[in-house]
């Protein structure tokens, strides 16, 4: 049975740094995707990043130049390093697992396997 674990959500003040951790478990994923999902208060969950196998990469226009994704295909396990955190980045953090990268997947309905979420707050 597969499973995704997100770790290293928190509270931190705006303009700081945090590092989510999503380890998998039951498969490989190291020919597939895998992204990263948000959701606020009242709104719907939104597309974050997503990695190809080949670590090719693709963001959303508002966390551009702040986040990075990357991936320890020995691990199993993909990173969202935030940098540069604003009050408007607050939300639920979700990892996601795509069976097979053919393009870059950007929508919810992409995904096959989803984590539990893990907190990220920021204060101004």
């Known amino acids: 049975q597969v499973h995704l674990v997100e770790r290293g959500g928190g509270s931190v003040q705006a303009g700081g740094s945090l590092r989510l951790t999503c380890a998998a478990s039951g498969r490989s994923f190291s020919s597939d995707s895998m992204g990263w999902f948000r959701q606020a208060p009242g709104k719907e969950r939104e597309f974050v990043a997503t990695?190809?196998?080949?670590?090719?990469?693709r963001y959303a226009d508002s966390v551009k130049g702040r986040f990075t994704i990357s991936r320890d295909n020995a691990q199993n396990t993909v990173y969202l390093q935030m940098n540069s955190l604003k009050p408007e980045d607050t939300a639920v953090y979700y990892c996601?697992?795509?069976?097979?990268?053919?393009?870059?997947?950007?929508?919810?309905?992409?995904?096959?396997?989803w984590g539990q979420g893990t907190q990220v707050t920021v204060s101004s």
């Open positions: 996601a697992a795509r069976l097979g990268t053919f393009r870059y997947y950007l929508k919810e309905e992409d995904y096959n396997y």
């Open positions: 990695i190809r196998w080949s670590d090719s990469t």
